[in-house]
């Protein structure tokens, strides 16, 4: 429910923002006059507040100054749930954070906190990292949302980016972005690799909007070269549990999926297969040299240049809040480097696919969409709107293994 | 070859050695770990004193090491009172599983009810589901000998499964049906909460004095009461307990409840103090029921001294995260923290042995 308040809320202050710009067209930026729904006339070129693509303000945001007074370095802190070795999810979070400290150089000092437990300690940890002066703080595992909102409400002044969650808040942003576009196209690489009409395992973490978006995708990308084939789902309730991670695959494995493929953060899966030599599609990094003979490809995500954008937005003094959904057009999702077992029709078919997500994210749910259980979900020749795709909670016709209890 | 060194048990335990070793080991400790830190390139001495600035030496740092504390507190005694018996309670993790569910329960359940009720109940459910969940352990025990180390062990992983059920896979009583998108518990209302007490600048969770008080009543239980009395002598020899007419199986028993209770009384603490919701990935992340074994083993299984070692950890705990980051790895940080802890359960030895040099003539015979 409240995924969908957040919708409304998302989608009406980008009506808003566009009645007040006049149809203006992308380029041009709300600035804080016009969040504050004031009738004071729009600004020049140069903003005042942060832009940037499929970034949308949160309604009635306003600029929060979190850049220290005194113009010295920025310090900024990233609080992970893994390990920053993890081969997947924090791994590639940390590869965001190098990136923005290698291009702001001494304009910034970034730093890090891994293996957080969700709860209590969370709190604690942001409690000392603002001790230590930092300014902007990352958070980028679901489980720390509340702890997150708590600490926005009690550091009004320092800005929050958290990834994957729902709540808004004026010092608080959400970010993330279409990997239902990139799972498709690694959906391809895997119903390539599988003989026809036979089964394709996933290892998912938790049956949420988010993920079954995302594995809908990944079978619409199989049925589009394996019309036949059927996908087998075994939900570990975990983001993050090598062991957990590896016995779903063996298990999958062991009840003959031609080809595997996991959405969670660590490489487990990939272990798994390599002993049975089965194809496998990795989720957040690229694995393709240390698995090559059974590397498919991978969705990948480059948190940097948005993190970099939030961060220079905050030294400028342009900082708000809102809701960035990054997609292919601009690079915030994309896929990994391709493993030996991928011919070359499959990759042009997935380049000519790119191209056609590139220009309509989500054109892959094109309708008709039917669900498990028969009913169309999605009509002919309709694309779902933004709401429809956070919202999306049943699984396609394809995939044989019911959702866990709703 | 042998060592010209050997352990001889003391037969006597001078005073001095109960605050001397543990002294004396931390010192050790802070040595090793400086020889570590200077070979990392750190300079030792500002390391130590952000340890314990950010662990202990203000206030507001003090009052997030309770927070850290009160589970460990709790898990400690846990262990503490079952390993006094002899019994090895591995369980304390998922006791406090259970008890977390039972003080959820309580807390939604009783929701309208004035504050005081919600959290009395929230403590009863909670001390009740941890110490049913650990009394299975015990009857296990009592009626087939079945070795508690492995039953209790097991039953924190169906406690686990079963946490998982009532929040992921099932429409249970504990679930939020609106929790739209990721599946959560039902949030407490703020009524339930638990609050903290505080004591000048320094904020003291509830659940924290709580444990101080329970260890009090520990404390009592087994030094001062017939009851305690004769676990000590079920500990130090089973068949003298026989033949004294005490019923082992029912101090098996009652001991596994008592041990489950407290740790369930950490997973109450853990809805009713900070989480406000039965949080079931969190809880499990954690790890609470773990380090509670090595609490027990810290106070060498003494309650009042398992407060003072749950706010060490927790204080270490916490300056290991302070320290963390890009030129402080977390694999350094759980180096040093391991060598404190390491140093201190090896001082223990001392306490209990003393070292003797080896008669030289017998060494150079053997060789």
Redesign the interface.
Request: without cysteine.
């Given at each position: 429910?409240?995924?969908?308040l957040k919708i409304a809320t998302v989608v009406t202050a980008a009506a808003l923002i566009f009645a007040a710009c006049g149809g203006s067209d992308e380029d041009s930026a709300p600035d804080t006059t016009m969040a504050g729904a004031t009738d004071t006339t729009m600004a020049g070129e140069t903003s005042d507040v942060f832009t940037f693509t499929n970034f949308t303000p949160f309604e009635g945001g306003t600029v929060v100054k979190c850049a220290p007074a005194d113009g010295s370095a920025l310090k900024a802190a990233w609080i992970y749930?893994g390990?920053i070795n993890d081969g997947g999810w924090t791994q590639t979070h940390n590869a965001g954070r190098e990136y923005v400290q290698e291009i702001l150089g001494d304009k910034v000092i970034?730093?890090?906190?891994?293996?957080?437990?969700?709860?209590?300690?969370v709190e604690?940890?942001i409690?000392?990292l603002v001790k230590?002066g930092n300014t902007v703080i990352f958070g980028t595992s679901?489980?720390f949302q509340d702890a997150f909102l708590a600490s926005a409400a009690k550091y009004p002044d320092v800005c929050f980016e958290f990834a994957t969650g729902?709540t808004q808040k004026n010092n608080m942003s959400q970010f993330y972005g279409a990997s239902e576009d990139t799972k498709y196209l690694s959906g391809i690489a895997a119903g390539a690799e599988a003989p026809e009409g036979s089964e394709i395992g996933v290892v998912a973490p938790?049956?949420?909007?988010?993920v079954i978006r995302g594995l809908n995708g990944f079978v619409l990308g199989v049925q589009k070269v394996n019309p036949t084939a059927t996908v087998k789902v075994v939900?570990t309730?975990?983001w993050f549990d090598p062991a957990i991670e590896r016995k779903a695959a063996e298990s999958l494995i062991s009840a003959g999926v031609k080809a595997i493929a996991s959405f969670q953060d660590s490489p487990a899966t990939g272990e798994a297969a390599k002993v049975k030599g089965i194809g496998w599609v990795g989720y957040d990094s690229d694995q393709s040299e240390a698995f090559n003979d059974i590397w498919l490809t991978a969705s990948t995500y480059d948190w940097g240049p948005y993190e970099l954008a939030k961060i220079e937005a905050a030294i400028e003094g342009k900082w708000i809040s809102g809701d960035y959904y990054g997609n292919l057009s601009d690079n915030f999702i994309s896929i990994a480097n391709y493993g030996a077992k991928v011919t070359q029709e499959t990759k042009d078919l997935i380049a000519s696919e790119r191209e056609r997500l590139t220009a309509n994210p989500a054109a892959q749910f094109t309708g008709p969409i039917t669900a498990q259980d028969g009913t169309v979900k999605i009509a002919e020749g309709a694309i779902p709107s933004y709401g429809e795709l956070m919202?999306m909670d049943y699984q396609i016709k394809g995939i044989t293994t019911d959702l866990?209890?709703k | 070859m042998q060592s010209p060194l050997r352990l001889e048990r003391r037969l006597t335990q001078p005073k001095w050695l109960n605050w001397g070793v543990p002294l004396l080991s931390l010192l050790g400790a802070l040595i090793l770990g400086g020889i570590v830190l200077l070979a990392t390139g750190k300079n030792p001495f500002s390391v130590y004193a952000r340890i314990i600035e950010?662990g202990f030496a203000s206030t507001?740092a003090f009052s997030?090491t309770l927070?850290?504390a009160t589970p460990f507190a709790f898990t400690g005694l846990a262990a503490s009172v079952a390993f006094r018996m002899g019994l090895i309670n591995i369980g304390g993790e998922g006791q406090l599983y259970l008890g977390a569910i039972g003080a959820a329960f309580a807390g939604i359940a009783f929701q309208d009810q004035p504050t005081a009720v919600i959290i009395a109940t929230m403590i009863i459910f909670g001390m009740l589901f941890g110490g049913a969940w650990a009394a299975i352990v015990g009857i296990l025990k009592a009626k087939f000998s079945t070795n508690e180390i492995i039953t209790s062990l097991m039953l924190n992983y169906v406690a686990a499964i079963f946490l998982?059920y009532l929040i992921?896979?099932?429409?249970s009583y504990w679930r939020d049906p609106?929790s739209?998108?990721?599946?959560t518990g039902k949030r407490l209302v703020e009524n339930a909460y638990w609050y903290d007490i505080s004591i000048g600048p320094i904020a003291i969770p509830f659940g924290f004095v709580v444990a101080v008080f329970v260890a009090v009543i520990v404390w009592f239980l087994y030094s001062r009461t017939r009851f305690g009395y004769e676990v000590g002598v079920i500990a130090s020899s089973p068949s003298a307990a026989r033949y004294a007419g005490i019923r082992a199986r029912w101090k098996i028993i009652t001991v596994m409840a008592l041990s489950g209770a407290l740790a369930g009384l950490g997973g109450a603490s853990?809805v009713g103090d900070?989480?406000h919701v039965l949080?079931a990935?969190?809880?499990q992340?954690?790890?609470y029921g773990y380090t509670g074994i090595v609490v027990a083993a810290l106070a060498r299984l003494n309650p009042l001294s398992a407060i003072f070692v749950a706010v060490f950890i927790g204080g270490l705990s916490?300056a290991g995260?302070?320290l963390?980051?890009?030129d402080f790895p977390?694999g350094l940080v759980g180096t040093l923290q391991g060598l404190i802890l390491f140093t201190a359960v090896a001082g223990e030895i001392l306490t209990r042995y003393r070292i003797k040099r080896q008669n030289t003539i017998a060494d150079g015979a053997i060789v």
């Open positions: 429910m409240k995924k969908f749930v390990p970034t730093t890090y906190k891994e293996n957080v437990p969700e709860g209590p300690q604690i940890v409690d000392d230590d679901f489980g729902y938790f049956a949420i909007p988010e939900w309730n975990t919202s866990p209890q | 950010r507001d997030r927070i850290s998982d992921f896979n099932s429409n609106k739209y998108g990721f599946p853990d900070f989480r949080d990935k969190g809880v992340i954690s790890g916490n995260y302070a963390q980051g890009p977390s």
